[in-house]
């Protein structure tokens, strides 16, 4: 049976600036040399560049999304932006429900709307949750939970196919915080997936891939994946540096037990 593959994705956030400094910093990302055997790349820049990056790139290897979506094709709705919008320059994959959305007012009804729209447009779906503060009580399990539930209600078992869940704990999200101990990432990854199975049974629940963000870098990158057990990591501001994004890919795709060319 073959090793399922690992997923990275880089999340720009609303960085760069200007497309003239995103072309930069992809350009200067595809020509480093890493190894990618067994990770799916993928690269989610602002909106507005989407196009002319995806147009520059000529290879397989690297796929592009967008950070957000709507839930309606089109209609009065100033600003936001569609599935076929995105799918038409060339996005694959999109973030939902991400931490930040959340905190300017995305609720959990709003991110399954934005899921099922996205799902039902063939999209690679990657739906965000994560707690925003760790209790000793174990109180977040429960907000955790409630999450989880509440953002996949609309989500059905066919829809499943297209469907990743990037878990990113906000408290440790954003220069100066620390990444979440593998061990205690190993147990909520659990958490999670006796969630997923309880609604919609063992086989389509261990389907889904389950993805770790918070403070990842070259030096955590290995580990957190291959000691937690996530199937990948879903990177921000490392992200935008070619150099270490490139090596936090090469970490991921090397195996355990061999030792990093770094």
Known sequence: MA????IVIGNWKMYPSTLTE??????TFKKQKRTDTGVTTVICPPVLFLDALKKSYTGS????????????DEGAYTGDISTSMLQSVGARFVLVGHSERRARGDSDEIVTQKAKAALTAGMHTVLCIGETTRDSQ???????KD??????????KPMLKKLLIAYEPVWAIGEGHAAMTTHDLHQTL????KQLIEMYGRTPAESIAILYG???DETNAHDIVYESGVDGLLVGRKSLNPYAFSTIISEVARKPGRVSKK
Request: charged share 20%; no cysteine; net charge positive.
């Open 22 to 27: 995103a072309k930069r910093t992809f350009t």
């Open 3 to 6: 090793t399922p593959k690992k």
């Open 61 to 72: 290897k690297i796929f592009f999304g967008g950070q957000d979506v709507f839930w309606q």
């Open 138 to 144: 174990g109180h977040y399990l429960r907000a955790l």
């Open 190 to 193: 659990l958490f999670i997936k």
């Open 214 to 216: 918070g403070s990842v």
């Open 147 to 156: 999450q989880i539930s509440n953002s996949l209600r609309s989500i059905t």
